[in-house]
């Protein structure tokens, strides 16, 4: 079955430093990749997203991901954060080749910026 | 447009009762999603629809719940009788299809606490 895996729950940066998110996902083929990010009381918002072609994106807010298929990762980056980027930030693919369209999340990375 | 609408944002309710969660999609998507999100099992997909019909619902937990979509502009998710491992978040999302290249829109959440 397919997953993802977001192997920290929690990371805490400086304002300031960089940033790195990790995703891994389970799945034969290449899927469509996602970044959501949710702040405390609200929905998910996209940051980036991957379907094909340059496998660095860039999203929103300074965020960009590169997508390694010899890896199956969706790494998220930030090369200085900002105490607004405090919050959980969750990896998402929805597989190519199922016939279902189905967003599978991973359980999320709880971002926590220090003064 | 406004986004995807939830009602009711906050929802208490006895053990026992009925509970209507309501969700107003994005005008022109064609598939419609719920989500659940616990702490335990973070976001589950219950249900998706395409074109007002029900294409997967194998993540309805059991036959308390139930999820229609009567148009294309409107959908519920029912508990019945609700129960307290039911409190959660629920979202709702839509988007059109895959082949567009777009991704899903998250409404607020209807936070649900059954005692």
């Known amino acids: 079955a397919q997953s993802v895996t977001q192997p920290d729950i929690h990371i805490t940066v400086s304002e300031g430093a960089s940033l790195e998110l990790r995703c891994n996902y389970s799945y034969g083929a290449t899927p469509y990749l996602f970044w959501y990010v949710q702040s405390p009381g609200q929905g998910l918002q996209l940051l980036l997203k991957y379907f094909s072609g340059d496998t660095l994106v860039q999203g929103i807010k300074g965020f960009e991901a590169e997508f390694k298929r010899s890896q199956s990762s969706f790494n998220l980056r930030k090369p200085s954060v900002h105490w607004s980027d405090a919050a959980e930030y969750f990896c998402?693919?929805?597989?190519?080749?199922?016939?279902?369209?189905?967003?599978?999340f991973g359980t999320g990375t709880r971002l926590k910026v220090l003064a | 447009d406004a986004g995807v609408i939830q009602s009711p944002r906050h929802e208490v309710t006895e053990m026992g009762q009925e509970v209507t969660l309501r969700c107003k999609p994005i005008s022109g998507h064609d598939y419609l999603f719920w989500y659940r999100q616990t702490m335990m099992r973070g976001l589950e997909l219950l249900i998706y629809?395409?074109?007002?019909?029900?294409?997967?619902d194998s993540g309805m937990p059991e036959d308390r719940f139930s999820a229609k979509m009567p148009n294309a502009s409107f959908s519920t998710l029912k508990i019945q009788p609700s129960e307290p491992r039911d409190s959660a978040v629920y979202f709702c999302a839509s988007s059109f299809g895959l082949q567009s290249y777009t991704e899903a829109f998250f409404g607020q959440g209807t936070r649900l606490t059954v005692v």
């Open positions: 629809f395409n074109n007002n019909v029900p294409i997967d």
């Open positions: 998402a693919v929805v597989p190519t080749t199922s016939g279902t369209y189905k967003y599978i």
